[in-house]
């Protein structure tokens, strides 16, 4: 297809003109474009056309560059210049699924192997026009290697109708840039993703028997790449035949009675194609708790009037953990207050872990209790002493140039005392742009934001939810930082924990669901050093990028067994959220009646996030691997399932340079200087501390800085360099006293 008419004309004061607009070629190799003038300058008109012409339209035209001069009848002369476009082959085609034509299995790439077969259109009819319309026969190129198969004809189907040459060797999760040329020389192309399937081995979730409760449950997601595919099963107990799932069935096996299971799993594209890597073996077992297994459930609020009964408007003691002993199991306290869990029969006892309150009812801790069937009910009024202390927590999305990141963040007062009037200020990073924020905040100074909330309640909170833009001009690589801290007007036990800066680097591609972990001095993504590091902060990502809203979302996360889930703290979050603990170290995140609108309809709304921080169990060895991932459930699809976020436990010293395209730092921890080495000229440098001040802001000229941070008190900071390039790097690193 060619291009058409170039609007660039000539332009005086008088407002006369001379415009050349053109009609396209209608095939490969045909001459058979035109072009014309569009003028209201005054006659009579003189033409002189690059071609000789001296007509005010030519046609027979090739693909080629065209300009004209028209003099008026007052002797004015005007120019024009159009380009007429060579022509473009229509290119169709790309998807893995036409190779179950001729290979009886799906085209698409195999985990991380370099086994995706395509398929391109070379000649057919569809929706009114021809894919293939140039001049047979053609060749075919691409960006990473690849062998020609072969062509195939596809009668029938999705695909029917059209002849596809095939092509192998394309790996997954990749892109691939495709170029045709016909037997005229005539080129078109393609630029697209090659899709591939991973299977999942481990990816199976189950709830245990309960004789005189719920019966056993698993849920089976061989192909978490492609959750929606259907697949079949066959599945055995204890060495013996079971049952065979069906590729229409759902993916929930419920009724389950106590044993050892496995699903052999064959998994199908939809056209019906057997995953060319597609056989995929699950074990699991389903845990029997019991012929007296039961409930245990209760109410934890504070008590204002210490009368051990919740009255009217005393308040739950929501987002506290309870553990339970034997078993190393642990309850989440809901948004009421209100806690369950489901045990085997026993004699157990309950901890308060929050270190916020007083038990007043029970007085005596741990609490002893007996499960013997049916329900056990324990209550807990509390009292507390603790001063008054507000903790800020914040996460953000996925940075894109072009495209609009969210920002959220939540004050909380996890104390009995109420605060005095609260003021939270974000400056977001100056290579973005504030747009809007809810609630609407009290004082938009550009970047620089401020909310003014009234006095928090006993464990109230207050949060905002902000939208800043991504200049499409801010190169991909470049890190954005936003900075927040939140106050108020009485006197508070810390300030540490006042401040809070979340960083991310932008990028082009990339998963819209996704888990990430941040730990405690921010030094590392991928190290937990354990001598600085105390906790870590996950946040998991989400986005709707379905084709209709979404109603609910609920994500799971089995923790880790080297974290500690009694010291599990909820985050930010983007929308009202419901959490809960369930069986196996399972924490459950529920947005009902969220109505997350598609990425089509919306994107920016699209998206939403969830964050929790949390300590590793100790002790904490060297060489120790903290894994986690999230499933995610939109409405009652079938979970996607993100990549997972590890890391990796070190002791810091000799804890390298921390060293990036931009600039190097050393060393780090540092003590009375830290020496700067940029790739190009400083042109500033800016130090904050991890609440968010500045410290330290000093121009630089040379490629080569040495900060003096001999009076900087021991902790963390970011070290923000900008180059005479006008683009910002930004790094962690530490100070470290010692006492004399």
Not at 468 to 483: E, L
């Amino acid at each position: 297809m060619s291009v058409v008419a170039l609007w660039s004309f000539a332009s005086f004061a008088s407002g006369s003109y001379v415009q050349i607009n053109t009609t396209p070629l209608t095939f490969c190799g045909s001459t058979d474009a035109s072009a014309y003038i569009v003028s209201n300058a005054p006659l009579p008109w003189t033409i002189l056309w690059s071609t000789g012409a001296i007509t005010d339209s030519i046609t027979g035209l090739p693909a080629g560059t065209y300009s004209v001069e028209l003099t008026d009848g007052d002797g004015v002369t005007y120019t024009d210049v159009a380009v007429i476009s060579d022509f473009q082959l229509n290119v169709f085609g790309g998807t893995g699924e036409v190779a179950g034509y001729l290979t009886g299995n799906s085209g698409l790439a195999c985990g991380t192997d370099c086994n995706g077969v395509l398929g391109f259109v070379v000649s057919g009819m569809g929706i009114g026009q021809s894919y293939a319309n140039g001049t047979p026969p053609y060749s075919w190129t691409f960006d990473v290697p690849a062998t020609y198969l072969g062509s195939v004809v596809v009668s029938s189907g999705f695909y029917g109708g059209y002849e596809y040459a095939l092509f192998s060797g394309f790996c997954g999760a990749t892109a691939y840039n495709a170029t045709v040329t016909d037997a005229l020389g005539c080129v078109g192309g393609l630029y697209d993703p090659v899709m591939n399937i991973s299977p999942n081995p481990d990816a199976v979730s189950v709830t245990p028997y309960c004789a005189n409760g719920s019966m056993g449950t698993a849920y089976l997601d061989p192909f978490p790449s492609f959750p929606q595919w259907p697949f079949s099963a066959e599945i055995w107990k204890d060495g013996a035949y079971f049952a065979t799932q069906g590729v229409n069935d759902p993916h929930s096996l419920n009724g389950l009675l106590p044993g050892d299971y496995v699903a052999y799993c064959q998994g199908f594209d939809n056209e019906g194609w057997p995953v060319t890597c597609g056989i995929v073996t699950l074990n699991f077992t389903i845990l029997d708790l019991g012929p007296n297994c039961g409930v245990l459930q209760g109410q934890s609020w504070y008590d204002e009037d210490a009368d051990c009964v919740f009255d009217g408007g005393e308040l739950g003691m929501a987002g506290a953990v309870l553990g339970i002993s034997p078993g190393g199991q642990y309850a989440y306290i809901g948004g009421s207050g209100q806690f369950s869990i489901q045990l085997p029969a026993g004699n157990y006892s309950l901890t308060q872990l929050d270190p916020y309150v007083d038990p007043i009812c029970p007085v005596v801790q741990p609490i002893p209790f007996t499960v013997a069937g049916g329900t056990t009910t324990v209550n807990l009024a509390n009292g507390s002493t603790e001063p008054m202390d507000i903790a800020l927590y914040l996460s953000d999305g996925v940075a894109r140039p072009g495209f609009d990141q969210s920002v959220h963040g939540s004050a909380q007062n996890p104390t009995p005392q109420a605060t005095g009037p609260v003021t939270l200020t974000c400056t977001f990073d100056a290579q973005t742009t504030f747009l809007t924020a809810t609630p609407p905040p009290s004082i938009v100074a550009g970047n620089s934001v401020t909310w003014d909330y009234a006095a928090l309640n006993y464990f109230g909170s207050a949060g905002f939810s902000a939208m800043v833009s991504v200049p499409s001009g801010v190169p991909i690589g470049t890190m954005v930082t936003h900075t927040c801290s939140v106050s108020n007007t009485l006197i508070e036990a810390t300030l540490t924990n006042n401040g809070y800066s979340v960083s991310e680097v932008v990028m082009g591609s990339f998963d819209p669901n996704d888990k990430t972990a941040r730990t405690s001095s921010g030094w590392s993504d991928a190290l937990y050093y354990i001598d600085q590091d105390e906790w870590i902060d996950y946040t998991i990502r989400f986005q709707n990028t379905g084709t209709d809203t979404a109603f609910t979302v609920v994500i799971t996360d089995t923790l880790a067994a080297e974290l500690d889930m009694s010291s599990f703290v909820q985050g930010a979050v983007s929308h009202p959220v419901a959490v809960a603990f369930r069986a196996g170290r399972v924490v459950k995140w529920t947005f009902n009646n969220i109505l997350l609108p598609d990425s089509n309809a919306n994107e920016a709304a699209s998206h939403g996030l969830v964050a929790f921080r949390i300590k590793p169990r100790d002790p904490v060895l060297p060489g120790t691997v903290i894994s986690n991932t999230a499933n995610i459930y939109f409405d009652y699809n079938d979970p996607v399932i993100t990549a997972p976020s590890v890391l990796t436990a070190e002791f810091s010293t000799g804890v390298p340079a921390n060293t990036s395209d931009g600039f190097e730092i050393y060393p780090n921890p540092a003590r009375d200087h830290l020496t700067i080495h940029a790739h190009g000229t400083i042109r500033r440098v800016i130090i904050t501390s991890m609440d968010g001040r500045a410290v330290s802001d000093l121009p630089e000229g040379n490629d080569t800085a040495v900060i003096d941070t001999s009076r900087l008190p021991g902790g963390s900071y970011v070290i923000a360099s900008q180059l005479a390039t006008g683009a910002w790097f930004r790094k962690s690193f530490a100070v470290i006293r010692t006492q004399d």
